[in-house]
């Protein structure tokens, strides 16, 4: 802690990560990028880089909303935390005593289900292989997606058996929310002072500061339009901005407080950002490949309540990635630095945004 306190002392981080990122953005070829770093009190790095879309050049700033995919599970676990400190349920309830029409392939499954099943994804149901049927009906509800689908799907190990990442059940999780979006709003945006995060895609569609998503075809990036993911906002529906972002990273840098007002206990906190399932990267996106890009040098990799938990070079790291078609986006946290990092880019690319991060925290790493 000393070597990393004195590295970290002998930098000067915001002229020295404004200029990876970039340089960076260069190398990939990126449209563009936003970028908020927070360590202990003090915001380093909250900054636009490049371009919302490539057929207009309008610049991105610090309050330009990205899709902010999966990392919208992370805002879900801390929901379903504040219930918990108000005792409305704790992580091993039934998720059957607030969704009875509940209806899984095995009865057993079905009656003992619980909320910290769905935000560890140890379910046992299957993970990555089955979330295209999430997308097959666009307008299908999250009520809909939850009777259509779950029902359906085997446990092929058995119950409980293995992690593997299952967006499905994040829409489960928030079965005891009259209105999702609305306690989000009351007890989480608002108190964190996130008045630039939208929950919805209309409101989205309306925001005249949004970025443009792209794809890489050929030999060069181009937009698509943006997705529709109302339906799955517990789980990736969330847009944000990197000014907002750096308000929720110093909430969780600050034992859930935000400037000295107690949002969430930290011992909620805690069990969240805690390891709940080991996991394989095969679980996780199907590649053993992928591991180099998403977990460069981890010995261990496991998964807590929406998020991972991991080493890098040594030192624990907190990793949520998020990706929707033509965007990519990570918030990280090193707890022994009290260091958070939220990178978002309106391009498809986990190459880029891994890179920036691994680079960033190096710089603090030596």
Known sequence: MLMLAA?????NPTLEMDTIVRDTIAQYKIPGCAVSVVCEDEILLCKGYGVKQLSNMEPIDIHTRFPIASLSKLFTST?????????????????VQFYPQLKLSEAYATSHLTFRDCLSMRSGLPGPSVDHLLYADPDAT???LLENLLPTLPFPLGFRSHFAYQNLLYLLAVAPFKSYESFLRKHLLNPLEMTETLLTFSDLQDCTNKIQ?????????????????????????ISSSAQDMKHFLYFL??????????????????QILTPQTTVTIEE??????????LFPTAQFITYGLGCFVHDYRGIKMIQVPGLTDGTNSVLALIPSL??????????????????LLFKLIDTFIN
């Open 142 to 144: 999250r009520t809909q």
């Open 338 to 355: 009290r260091l958070g990092l939220f990178i978002t880019c309106n391009a498809e690319s986990a190459h880029f945004t891994r890179a």
């Open 284 to 293: 996780f996106t199907g590649d053993a490949a992928s591991q180099d890009i």
């Open 253 to 270: 840098l600050h034992d859930g407080t935000y400037h000295a007002k107690a949002i969430l206990s930290p011992s909620t906190l805690t």
């Open 79 to 95: 929901a379903i935390g504040l219930l918990i400190d108000h005792q409305k349920l704790t992580l091993d309830t039934p998720i």
């Open 213 to 237: 998503p792209h794809i890489w075809k050929e030999d060069h990036f181009v937009p698509i339009p943006l997705e529709n993911l109302d339906a799955l906002l517990p789980a990736a529906g």
């Open 7 to 11: 590295a970290l002392s002998t930098l």
